[in-house]
């Protein structure tokens, strides 16, 4: 299995910036993409950000700009850079993860435990 641990959220002002990042670790054959998903209370889980591991991005429409995924493959890790911060930011974000635990598995969801963020007005 795959473990993502997760670092960086908290609270912040309006037009500040945090650093999200997360590690995978544990039994990795191989790592396609990883990215960032958030969640508000009542909100449908909804992609912010991914990265292949070719180094191919894409991000949500309200982000474009914003945000910056970026990722080590070496180390497991992918980074979320947030600046310009709006309170419609504040959510729950959730490191994802799709790869495989053996060459003979298929190609499988992974999720980290989640970071708040919250943006004050």
């Known amino acids: 299995q795959v473990q993502l641990v997760e670092s960086g959220g908290g609270l912040v002002q309006a037009g500040g910036s945090l650093r999200l990042s997360c590690v995978a670790s544990g039994s990795i054959f191989s790592i396609n993409a990883m990215g960032w998903y958030r969640q508000a209370p009542g909100k449908q889980r909804e992609l912010v950000a991914g990265i292949t591991s070719g180094g191919s991005t894409n991000y949500a429409d309200s982000v474009k700009g914003r945000f910056t995924i970026s990722r080590d493959n070496a180390k497991n890790t992918v980074y979320l850079q947030m600046n310009s911060l709006k309170p419609e930011d504040t959510a729950v974000y959730y490191c994802?993860?799709?790869?495989?635990?053996?060459?003979?598995?298929?190609?499988?969801?992974?999720w980290g435990q989640g970071t708040q963020v919250t943006v004050s007005s």
């Open positions: 994802n993860a799709v790869g495989r635990v053996t060459a003979q598995a298929m190609p499988t969801g992974y």
